[in-house]
């Protein structure tokens, strides 16, 4: 039975998809290239032309019909394999050996190996394919159990640790405005009652001002990340080959070979999530971690002002206001240093310089404030006792 001729549209169709293939190469070439002569602004344009030439490819190959069920294209590409494996690149090494070209068969060479294995890899494939899905992966070897532990746990404690933030920061301001109120009406000779009424005032308003700020700043960072992450994901599913380039410039920029970043571009590419999270880290420079939860930061951050404003203020129980003034203060100095310190350790520094800084800040407050204190009771004429 005679072969059927191509129409014209049909050999049109195989030529432009063999130009948009030998495209898709040079560009991915010329962008390394750009990339070894420092010039990542350039690979930036040769990697996205190089992903807009892979989805011309795929269209013309899907309007050629060659994309056919998973069985056949697996029959497809073991097959296909053959005859490069057993005449082409045979032929074409001994060429280049009878042409003096080493540097051309070595390239061969190398082709013909990687060859050799596709083609066993589809052939295994379509051996097992009739068994279904894969098997479970088998469970981990011993000693592994820890590693595959930490995998799974160790996110949620690095996100637990953030709440450190909100912790040290609320109990930091809790202890220094809350001081610097009492110091400043102590100072000023106002009585004992005003001073403790005075520091709770402040308190309920630093308590309600941090958690609704803290809250609100949390959601609209979340509300930013997720737009960002939600049109990165669209135009992955728009335009994939572009986004698998410019994850291959991120790769290759952070030190990645060059082979190494198409390999691994590519294989994290199969997963659309993996891509996703890969490029909002590389890209975008977000990641779900650095988010907080807004209720509960907000809670965090309110509960932490609230105890830290008692140190300060307690003392203040006491009628004598300057000497409840200088208990406050020894508590409040104590109170800073163990924030401090908790801090620096949290952070793996020194806790004795994390300790001192931040008492340092909050003795210069009290400082600030008990002289305003006093120079606002002298422009008023109040009596100090």
Not at 87 to 107: N, Q, Y
Not at 247 to 266: F, H, K, N, Q, S
Not at 282 to 306: N, S
């Amino acid at each position: 039975m005679p072969e059927r001729s191509l129409s014209r549209t049909e050999a049109n169709l195989q030529v432009a998809l063999a130009g948009e293939a030998d495209a898709n190469r040079r560009y991915i070439a010329y962008g390394f290239r750009a990339l070894e002569e420092n010039r990542p602004d350039i690979a930036q344009l040769f990697f996205e032309a190089a992903g807009a030439e892979t989805i011309h490819a795929l269209n013309h190959l899907k309007t050629m019909g060659a994309i056919a069920t998973t069985r056949e294209n697996l029959e497809r590409a073991a097959t296909g394999e053959m005859e490069e494996i057993d005449v082409i690149l045979p032929r074409m090494i001994r060429d280049a050996a009878e042409e003096g070209r080493p540097d051309a068969a070595a390239s061969f060479r190398l082709a013909l190996d990687r060859e050799r294995h596709h083609r066993d890899m589809f052939r295994e494939a379509l051996a097992t394919f009739d068994r279904g899905a894969p098997a479970a992966a088998p469970a981990a070897p011993p000693g592994r159990e820890h590693h595959m532990g930490e995998l799974e746990t160790e996110a949620g404690r690095v996100e637990r640790l953030g709440s450190i933030r909100e912790i040290v920061f609320g109990a930091q301001d809790g202890l220094v405005s809350t001081l610097a109120v009492v110091a400043g009406l102590a100072a000023a000779g106002v009585g004992h009652l005003v001073v403790l009424l005075g520091g709770a005032v402040s308190a309920v308003a630093g308590i309600l001002s941090m958690s609704i700020g803290t809250y609100l700043s949390s959601r609209a960072q979340r509300q930013v990340y997720e737009a960002e992450l939600a049109r990165e994901g669209r135009e992955i599913r728009e335009h994939p080959g572009e986004e698998v380039a410019e994850l291959i410039a991120a790769l290759t920029a952070r030190g990645l070979g060059r082979g190494d970043a198409v390999e691994v571009a590519r294989r994290i590419a199969r997963s659309h999530d993996l891509l996703l999270s890969t490029l909002a880290v590389f890209e975008l420079g977000l990641a779900p971690q650095q988010l907080g939860r807004p209720a509960r930061d907000a809670f965090v951050m309110g509960v932490a002002f609230a105890a830290a404003s008692l140190v300060p203020l307690v003392p203040f129980v006491w009628p004598q206001a300057m000497a409840a003034l200088a208990v406050s203060g020894t508590l409040t100095l104590v109170a800073l240093f163990l924030v401090g310190a908790v801090k620096g350790r949290v952070a793996h520094l020194s806790a004795l310089r994390g300790g001192l800084e931040v008492v340092g800040l909050g003795a210069a407050s009290a400082l600030v404030s008990f002289a305003l204190g006093r120079l606002a009771a002298q422009l008023f004429g109040i009596e100090v006792s």
